[in-house]
């Protein structure tokens, strides 16, 4: 092969890496069919694999408690310094129960600055099931004219209080939500919250463990853990989340995020998630759009 | 939760980051739906052989690689396969997008959004309007009142700036 043709082949290669990347960026990607087929062609359980090492007596049962550890590890990127630490033991705890397929209620209290300066406080009911299905009810100004906005695996959906309802990938949500400063956040969800306490650039401590009183009156015994941000790059990161996570169970009970905003800056100060109930008896279609469009609301 | 249920989650965290990797070997969207199947079946059969104290990313990218040069083995279409080289080079790159900022591969790519921002207008609409807008060439040659192989050469040198342009700002240091 000539240097010519071997210069051709590189600029092949980084022609097809940067076409291939923007056609990711350009979130016309849709994957849960593509992931949905690759999962039902799977063999029943990895105990069947054909495994040279002769280790498949192991299989099924080691499969999930090495794949409980994996998730927590990889969603949450990257492991903080001080990797064993009793904060972060309890902060991959509350990851696992919260990548269980339960439905729980949480209220999701945003307070924000508006572009006035006046402070405000917007109470949402927030609804999860697993680390990848959410839907959350954002008050309107009027009785009756609530939005709702969700996920259900890699479809993302926003039913306005007016207008058609949007469904699509990520950024269909996250350009619904640019678009309203005081919701802007991606911390709708109790799994994104503690994968990104869980990610390189915090630093957690494990403080004393405190009783968190739930609306309904009932006190929970937590451990409580801080994250402080330690990240030279500031972005949109919060500069403290703090979980109060459930002593007996790991469950997530609160949540909180805050962020520094420069004087008279408008945006979202802090969000605060303080677990309501469970919520056995929603189906799974709850976190569809079709569940919450007026005509077919239910529970 | 049983083991299938945990594995889809580590799958469905990295599919984005997989199919784009996949693409940029490939090309050919019937073989990297393809090749998207044997490394999920691949990487659920040697469950055994994965370190999870490292991040899972680069594990299923190892085993993509090998299915995409085990393809191209297979197939004698291609005038151009992919090499162990060009594979360690994509893999470098990956690997870079990966230590960026963000909690998904969108987020990760805001460097190349920023370089599409930077280019200058001539080469910046037929991008967008080819990848953004998903026009087929004919369409974006009549919009922009150019002949097809001006086209195609236009958009060939964007590219090429794209990729200097990403090039230089995954080696910076990570955002």
């Known amino acids: 092969m000539s240097v010519s043709d071997e210069q051709s082949d590189d600029d092949e290669l980084r022609q097809s890496f940067v076409e291939s990347l923007l056609i990711s960026v350009s979130d016309v990607q849709d994957h849960s069919v593509r992931i949905r087929r690759a999962m039902n062609a799977l063999p029943l359980s990895v105990a069947a694999t054909e495994s040279p090492t002769g280790r498949s007596s192991r299989g099924l049962r080691w499969a999930v408690t090495t794949l409980s550890v994996c998730v927590a590890l990889a969603l949450g990127l990257m492991l903080p310094a001080g990797g064993s630490s009793p904060a972060l033991v309890a902060v991959e705890r509350s990851l696992k129960v919260a990548a269980e397929k339960m439905t729980r209620r949480y209220q999701l209290q945003v307070d924000a600055r508006t572009l006035l300066g006046t402070a405000r406080t917007i109470d949402n009911d927030l609804y999860v099931q697993g680390h990848d299905r959410f839907a959350l009810r954002h008050p309107g100004l009027l009785p009756g004219r609530d939005t709702w906005l969700g996920r259900r695996g890699d479809e993302f959906w926003v039913v306005p209080a007016a207008g058609p309802v949007l469904q699509g990938d990520r950024t269909v949500l996250s350009r619904w939500l640019s678009e309203r400063g005081e919701l802007d956040t991606p911390y709708l969800h109790v799994s994104t919250i503690l994968s990104r306490m869980h990610s390189g650039g915090f630093q957690l401590q494990l403080l004393q463990d405190e009783s968190v009183q739930l609306p309904d009156g009932s006190t929970v015994l937590c451990q409580h853990i801080q994250a402080q941000q330690t990240s030279p790059i500031k972005g949109e990161l919060p500069v403290t989340i703090k979980l109060w996570a459930s002593r007996a169970t790991g469950m997530a009970i609160r949540l909180t995020a805050r962020w520094d905003l420069a004087p008279g800056q408008p945006g979202r100060k802090s969000v605060v998630l303080t677990y309501l109930s469970d919520e056995p008896s929603l189906s799974a279609e709850w976190f569809t759009p079709q569940a919450h469009q007026p005509s077919r609301l239910r529970k | ?175």
Request: net charge positive; aromatic share 8%; hydrophobic share 40%.
């Open chain 2, 1 to 175: 939760m049983d083991a299938r249920s945990l594995f889809e989650i580590l799958i469905r965290e990295n599919t984005d980051m997989l199919v784009a990797y996949l693409r940029a070997g490939v090309r050919d969207a019937h073989a990297v739906d393809d090749l998207y199947q044997e490394t999920v079946l691949t990487a659920w059969r040697r469950l055994d052989d994965y370190d999870c104290e490292k991040p899972i990313g680069p594990w299923l990218r190892g085993i993509a690689g090998k299915l995409m040069l085990a393809f191209y083995r297979r197939s004698a279409r291609s005038a151009r396969p992919l090499t162990e080289e060009s594979l360690a080079w994509l893999n470098d790159r990956f690997s870079e997008i990966h230590s960026r900022r963000g909690d998904t591969f969108q987020e990760k790519l805001a460097a190349l959004r920023e370089c599409v921002s930077a280019l200058p207008d001539t080469y910046q609409r037929p991008i967008h309007l080819r990848f953004s807008e998903q026009r087929s060439l004919s369409e974006i040659a009549s919009i922009l009142n150019l002949a097809r192989e001006t086209l195609k050469k236009r958009m060939s040198r964007g590219k090429a700036r794209l990729a200097a342009c990403l090039e230089t700002k995954l080696k910076q240091e990570p955002a």
